[in-house]
């Protein structure tokens, strides 16, 4: 019903930049809230930065200031660039977004399959 894609992932030196990009596509209606989380071998995953659909952001306080959350709501996409990466950086960065059907009520979370970030020291 609904995918999103990513791209963007990669494995780079510290201090190095990325730029992640998802796409979701399939019988959208709407899009609320979209943004990205990541997942570190042997940890929980985490918010990384969540924008709305008026703009409003929200990032987890170890990329402030480094990472930038920005979408284009035309093309359903959701971009997050990532610039002074650190290792502890590393993870599997999985797309959200908060998607209503058509021809259905109500919203509800969708993910994408995640892309692996490596960053090394």
């Known amino acids: 019903q609904v995918q999103l894609v990513e791209s963007g992932g990669g494995s780079v030196q510290a201090g190095g930049s990325l730029r992640l990009s998802c796409v979701a596509s399939g019988s959208i209606s709407y899009i609320g809230s979209m943004g990205w989380y990541r997942q570190a071998p042997g940890k929980q995953r985490e918010k990384v930065a969540i924008m709305s659909t008026t703009g409003s952001t929200n990032y987890v306080d170890s990329v402030k200031g480094r990472s930038t959350i920005s979408r284009d709501n035309a093309k359903n996409t959701v971009y997050l660039q990532m610039n002074s990466l650190e290792p502890e950086d590393t993870a599997v960065y999985y797309c959200?977004?908060?998607?209503?059907?058509?021809?259905?009520?109500?919203?509800?979370?969708?993910w994408g399959q995640g892309t692996q970030v490596t960053v090394s020291s």
């Open positions: 959200y977004a908060d998607v209503a059907l058509i021809y259905s009520s109500g919203r509800r979370p969708y």
